[in-house]
């Protein structure tokens, strides 16, 4: 071991000094704690407010949906005591529905969180946390006893611990060069369960622009494709508004590297509609945009979200980025394995910050609340896996492995963390019914594909 790497080491040594192992694993309402309900509200204050009723209802949905949607609340919740100080670029919302497949710009398909929404430099365990709180959550949602969410919780924690100290071995490049294909996704599963990768595989093979074009277009006027209106969650924009939109796009452009500007050029902005997605993004504004080459079966769907301060802002501090789609943009570049190759960023004509990327790019995702309590097990080691892949791009390998350490300390108090945690979530869905059943909140509407 170098002495740069003998001094890492020690860093991490020492991080146990400041904050043991086994009190990761403790969590606890303190006094003062904010209300959660009060906490979405407060986010609602800058969404659309006709849709907000539809995010309320997804989150109504169910404990896991719910979870998914309370980034914010959970945010609160893991900056309260000490942290370990070794920093990484926060994916701010590691759950299990944010990891997936997709294409990478070679067209393999690759599996990877795909969420950056909330990202951040953070304690690294801030984004461990919320993954293995993920899984005993959906565990309990799919009915699974307490020991089997907190193994495959435990499960999750191991495989994060395990990848880290692998990756500590090995050299910059080799770590930058390192991604989870979709092979590897199928050996990593028992035999029984690869029927129903395989089929996620498939399908994700499929959905192309070429294949959105098809659902969500329609013959306009002039016998070209036009975005099908579906309000409330599909909404057109008026063309007499396109003009402004051609500016943002211009904005846009300027942030792609140049060689993709080529290929961007070579589109005409066709159609742009208002579309609601995912849960907890309901109400803030996104945009499906139609772009169309020289003929009409040559479309390219891109997706334009907006981007907000991250829920982490309050407690780890502003992004080094004025721009919030920059900072998502950055972060998912510096996280992923292989990049959207129409990933970037502009401002909206309301002066609010956006980013761009593909809408469908061969993206698929597993189906959590089908799974077995084994499947789950399964799938939380492949996403502890992949989320310490992520990390040790940005933070100090050596000095997180070496906090980690080879024992099951660390796994263990994930567990019990998880469980904790699990129990909290319930405690706060429950404070959302009473809030929509007394009337304090609209729930409504909230039916549709929750995928981001």
């Known amino acids: ?144 006893e307490d020991t089997e969410a907190g193994a495959a919780a435990v499960a999750a924690a191991q495989a994060y611990r395990e990848t880290m100290a692998r990756l500590a071995t090995l050299g910059e490049t080799e770590v930058w060069y390192q991604m989870v294909d979709a092979e590897q996704v199928q050996e990593l599963l028992k035999p029984k369960d690869r029927k129903q990768s395989e089929k996620v595989i498939s399908k994700a093979r499929t959905r192309t622009s070429l ?115 920059h900072r998502v943009v950055h972060g998912q570049r510096l996280t992923q394995s292989a990049g959207d190759i129409f990933l970037g960023w502009a401002t909206g004509p309301d002066g609010l910050h956006y980013y761009w990327r593909q809408l469908r790019d061969m993206k698929g995702s597993m189906v959590i609340d089908e799974m077995s309590a084994a499947q789950l097990k399964q799938y939380a080691t492949l996403c502890g896996h992949t989320l310490a892949r992520g990390h040790a791009r940005s933070g100090d390998r050596v000095a997180i492995a070496a906090y980690l350490g080879s024992g099951d300390v660390f796994d263990k108090a994930m567990g019990e963390f998880a469980l904790a945690y699990a129990d909290q979530t319930a405690a706060d869905y429950e404070s959302l019914l009473a809030a929509i059943e007394s009337g304090r909140i609209v729930a409504e509407g909230g039916a549709g594909d929750t995928s981001e």
Request: hydrophobic content about 40%.
């Open 1 to 144: 071991m170098s002495t740069v790497e003998l001094g890492a080491a020690e860093v991490g040594r020492a991080a146990r000094k400041r904050v043991a192992r086994s009190a990761l694993g403790e969590w606890r309402a303190g006094v003062g704690r904010a209300d959660p309900v009060s906490v979405l509200e407060r986010q609602a204050e800058t969404r659309v407010a006709e849709l907000v009723k539809i995010r309320y209802a997804r989150m109504a949905a169910g404990l896991f949906p719910f979870y998914r949607g309370g980034p914010a609340i959970m945010a609160g919740d893991l900056a309260v005591g000490e942290h370990t100080g070794l920093v990484v670029q926060l994916c701010g919302d590691a759950h299990l529905s944010n990891f997936g497949l997709f294409a990478s710009p070679e067209r393999s398909l690759v599996f990877d969180v795909n969420d950056f929404d909330e990202t951040l430099p953070g304690p690294f365990e801030w984004d461990v946390k919320r993954l293995v709180a993920s899984v005993a959550v959906a565990a309990r949602a799919n009915g699974c």
């Open 211 to 325: 294949q959105a074009l098809g659902k969500l277009t329609e013959p306009g006027p002039d016998g070209l494709p036009c975005i099908k209106a579906d309000p409330p969650l599909v909404m057109p924009i008026p063309k007499e508004l396109h003009t402004e939109l051609n500016s943002v796009l211009t904005d846009y452009r300027a942030t792609l590297p140049e060689e993709r500007r080529v290929l961007l050029d070579r589109y005409e902005l066709r159609d742009i509609a208002m579309k609601v997605v995912g849960v907890g993004s309901v109400g803030t504004r996104c945009f499906i945009a139609l772009l169309t080459g020289r003929n009409t079966g040559d479309p390219l769907f891109l997706q334009v979200k907006q981007a907000e301060n991250s829920v982490l802002a309050p407690y780890s501090g502003p992004s080094q980025f004025l721009h919030q789609g």
